[in-house]
Structure formats: structure tokens, C-alpha cells
């Protein structure tokens, strides 16, 4: 069953300075169980995808084109403080998130996302941006989402904490989940086999969209360049 779709989405950004369009027709689904990862240049749109599936584009978009979400939707931003607010310990809204949704533990959401607890007395700032990643996909893994949404969720990490996060995306997955990874860490979401599905996008359109060994052997020396190491 798909999770979440997008559908012919245009998303035009007027500042009133400068005017872009950012995504031109995006088509993609979210399916249960599976990881889509969504890939593409610095710029081509990723981000602004996952805002338009989460609800979040800025009030500068004017946007077109159908967006449906079926369940709960969990959401990892690409900056992970944004996730908490500035003046409470991290820890503390972490277990203010356990209260309210009481699905998963905070021990729970920490271990699987490999957010060290000695550090969650800290204010959100005070985390190195390894840590702060982590403990926004504790927080988001907290409510036990029918759909996650990651933006860059391992770009902080160093190469085992990765292949940890990776791992966990993966069991999320397995167990009935709608995962979209967005990701510049091709070489190693390939090495691992994470993935199930891969996005390609270009200029803010999609330019190849299959299952990930498909992806993976395309002839294409963009897409190729997403695959090769450095």
C-alpha cells in the first residue's frame, strides 16, 4: 500500500528579489515497508519535496499539483536542532514526546537511533551536530510514524554511527513502515543494500525513478556520479 504520493507538484518560490521554480511536476510514492531514498545534486529540490509531502513549504511557494498522506507522518529535519526547542534539555522533550504518544520508550528511540542519553540533559545547541541528528530521529521515531521522512539524517555522522542509522531505517522498514530518505550517502546506502526504491532528481524534475539495483545500473553519468565514492 503507498503511504504517500505526490503528484504532478510544482512549487514555484517568489521572494519578491528572486522568483524560481524549485520542483516542475513531481511525481513519486512513498510505499509501506519499503525505503525510498530520494537522491539528486546540492539544489535540485530534495528538501523542498519532503516539504511539500510534510506541509512545510514557505510561505514564499506557491505550490500546484496533489499531495496525499495516508497515517501518522514523522519527520527528521535536515538540521536537526530545528527539531526541539531552544530552551529545554533535550532529554526533557524527548520524554515530554513519550508521555504524549505513548508508543515507543525513550530508551527505546535513543538506542535505535544511537543518541547517547548522557548527553540529553543538554540544551539543543549545546549537541554536537552528530548528536542533534540523532535525537531528531529518536524524536521522531518516538510516535511510531506509519510514514518517516528523513532529510540528510546520517550527513553529521561519521561512517559507523551511519551504517547504524542505516540499520535502523532498515528494521523500521521491515516492520510495516513508509520510510523517503533523502541522502547524499549513495555509496554507502548501495554497499548496505538499505534502500528498496531509489528518486533521481535533476533541476527539479524526476529523472529515473525504480528499484535500487535498477537505479544502480543506469547508463546515465549523472546518475553514476551518485554512486562513486568521494
Known sequence: MVAAELRDVTVHIDTGRWSETVLDAVSLTVPEGRITALIGESGCGKSMTAAA???RLPASAAS??????????????????????PDQAVGTQLRELERLHRRWS???AC?????????AELLPQQHSGGQIQRAALAA????????????EPTASLDAENAYRVWKTLREYADEGAAVLVITQDVPLLAAIGAADRMVVLRAGRVVAADSAAAVAALDD???????REG
Open 111 to 119: 538506542t535505535a537511533a544511537g543518541y547517547p542519553e548522557d548527553v
Open 140 to 151: 521522531a521515531l518516538l510516535p511510531s510514524p506509519e510514514l518517516l521522512v528523513a532529510d
Open 106 to 108: 525513550v530508551e527505546r
Open 64 to 85: 500546484s499539483g496533489q499531495v496525499r498522506v495516508t497515517g501518522t507522518l514523522g519527520y527528521v529535519p535536515q538540521s536537526g536542532v530545528t527539531a526541539f526547542k
Open 221 to 227: 553519468q549523472y546518475v553514476r556520479g551518485f554512486f
Open 53 to 55: 509531502l510534510t506541509g
